[in-house]
C-alpha cells in the first residue's frame, strides 16, 4: 500500500504541440496541506483539473487512495473541489445555497449545514444574500460547499486569490480548522509562497508545466533562513576542521560554498580555523533568502509570466 493519498506518475496535459503539464510525479500524503505553487500560466490549474477527474490526463498516471486507471471512478466522491469562481445563488441565503447541495448529497440534517457554516466562519450571516456578500465571504461559502459530503482530499485553486488581507487571514484560519478537526489533506494552489508558507506543511513548486521541487516546511524554512556562507575552492577540505569544532549543522550546498545554520556569530573563528589549515576562504558572510526570492531564484527570476 502506498504511503500516499495521492501521487502522480509522469502526468501530462498536452494541447496541440503545447505541453500545459510536462511528466509531473507529484506526491501527496495523508492529512497534510499541500502548498502548490506556480506563476499564473505554470500549469497549476490544468493539473489540478485532471486529479480531480475534471480533465483528462494526455498520458501518464493518477494513483488516488491506493486506486488508478477505471478504478478511480469509484472513489471521485472523495474528492472535492473548488477550481475557479464558486457557483453561488445571488438571491438566496449562505444556508439556503448549503441545503441545495446537501440536498443533492441526501443530507437534510440542519446541524450538518450549521457546522459547515462554522467551520468557514459564516455561522453570523443570518438572512443576508450572498450577492451581498464580500469576495471573502463569497470564497469562504464556496468552500464550505465543497466540503458538502464530507470529502478526504480538498483541491483549492487560488483561493486567495484577490482577497485583501483579512479575507486571507480568515481564509488561513479556515484551512488549519479543516487540517486538525476533520483531519483533510487539502491541496492549494496559489503564486504567493508569503501566504502559503503560513499554512502549508509540504510543498511542490511547478514552473512551465513541470514539477521542479518537491520539500517539507522545514526544508523550505531551512533553504531561507539566516545563515553563515562560506565559499571556497574545495569545500570538502573544509568539513573536517568544521567537525572538530564542533559544528553540526551545516550543509555543502554547491562545489564551492558551505552553509552553516548554527552559532552564526562565530564566523571570524572559523574563517581563522580553516585559515590555520591551509585552506583559503573566498569569502565568508551571514545571509537569508526571503520566501518570494527564492521563488522567483527557482522559477527564473522576477519577471512574471
Known amino acids: 500500500m502506498s504511503e500516499y ?80 469562481t464558486p457557483g453561488l445563488y445571488g438571491n438566496m441565503t449562505a444556508y439556503d445555497n448549503l441545503a441545495i447541495k446537501c440536498k443533492l448529497f441526501g443530507i437534510n440534517d440542519p446541524n450538518y449545514m450549521k457546522h459547515i457554516l462554522r467551520i468557514v466562519g459564516l455561522s453570523n450571516v443570518g438572512k443576508k444574500k450572498t450577492k451581498h456578500f464580500s469576495l471573502g465571504m463569497k470564497q469562504r461559502l464556496g468552500i464550505g460547499l465543497a466540503l458538502v459530503g464530507d470529502p478526504d482530499l480538498l483541491v483549492l485553486d487560488e483561493p486567495i486569490n484577490g482577497l485583501d488581507p483579512q479575507g486571507i487571514a480568515e481564509i488561513r484560519d479556515m484551512f488549519l480548522t479543516l487540517q486538525e478537526e476533520e483531519n483533510m489533506t487539502i491541496i492549494i494552489s496559489s503564486h504567493i509562497l508569503e501566504e502559503l508558507s503560513k499554512i502549508a506543511t509540504h510543498y511542490g513548486i511547478i514552473h512551465n508545466g513541470s514539477l521542479i521541487q518537491e520539500l517539507t516546511r522545514e526544508e523550505l524554512m531551512q533553504r531561507c533562513s539566516e545563515r553563515m556562507e562560506i565559499v571556497l575552492d574545495h569545500p570538502k577540505q573544509a568539513v573536517p576542521v568544521l567537525d572538530t569544532m564542533g559544528f553540526t549543522d551545516y550543509q555543502v550546498t554547491d562545489k564551492n560554498t558551505i552553509q552553516i545554520y548554527e552559532r552564526l556569530n562565530e564566523s571570524a573563528d572559523v574563517n581563522m580555523e580553516l585559515s590555520k589549515a591551509g585552506i583559503l576562504v573566498k569569502s565568508i558572510s551571514i545571509t537569508s533568502e526571503e520566501l518570494e526570492n527564492y521563488f522567483l531564484n527557482l522559477t527564473g527570476g522576477a519577471h512574471h509570466a
Open 5 to 84: 493519498l495521492l501521487c502522480t506518475n509522469g502526468l501530462t496535459k498536452q494541447f496541440g504541440h503545447h505541453k500545459a503539464v510536462n511528466h509531473v510525479n507529484l506526491h501527496v500524503k495523508k492529512g497534510v496541506i499541500y502548498g502548490f505553487i506556480g506563476r499564473n500560466g505554470a500549469g497549476k490549474t490544468t493539473f489540478l483539473k485532471m486529479i480531480s477527474g475534471l480533465s483528462k490526463p494526455s498520458y501518464g498516471d493518477i494513483e488516488l487512495f491506493g486506486c488508478r486507471g477505471a478504478e478511480l471512478n469509484a472513489i471521485r466522491s472523495r474528492i472535492s473541489c473548488l477550481i475557479e
